[in-house]
């Protein structure tokens, strides 16, 4: 599979520094679109929001990856570790990432990191069975 070793919320956060670093005028909170919904109420979409709904899909395809077994799937467990770690001094050190929009990415790199190790110790728990030695 052609997504092994490549964190894929490291696309969510290039898109966040894209988006802060070279166009700093777009405002997050904006409204991209607005649909009037059967209720009468308007629903409106801003760029937030697309993004974070598009680091949740990330999320899910990161933890079908993580339901694997094996060498790669260290490794993908590593490299989401190390997104993660970046997302946080990114964070802390950095003023355009002081955003609700940013944390929120953050927490889904968290979220992954957690999940990915805490499937990879169940699955691992299912694996292990010590078999029976004949004299």
């Known amino acids: 599979m052609f997504l092994v070793g490549f964190p894929l919320l490291l696309v969510s956060l290039a898109i966040y520094n894209v988006i802060a670093f070279l166009m700093p005028d777009v405002q997050w909170t904006a409204p991209l679109t607005s649909i009037a919904m059967v209720s009468g109420a308007q629903w409106t979409m801003t760029l937030s929001d697309l993004l974070i709904a598009f ?68 699955t691992a728990q299912r694996d292990w069975q010590v078999d029976r030695v004949e004299p």
Do not use: N, Y
């Open 55 to 122: 680091s949740l899909f990330l999320l899910f395809a990161e933890i079908l990856k993580a339901t694997r077994i094996g060498q790669k799937s260290i490794i993908d467990h590593i490299l989401s570790m190390l997104v993660f770690i970046a997302a946080l001094v990114e964070f802390l050190l950095v003023p355009q990432a002081a955003t609700s929009t940013f944390v929120i990415i953050m927490l889904i790199c968290l979220v992954d990191v957690v999940a990915g190790f805490s499937i990879t110790i169940r």
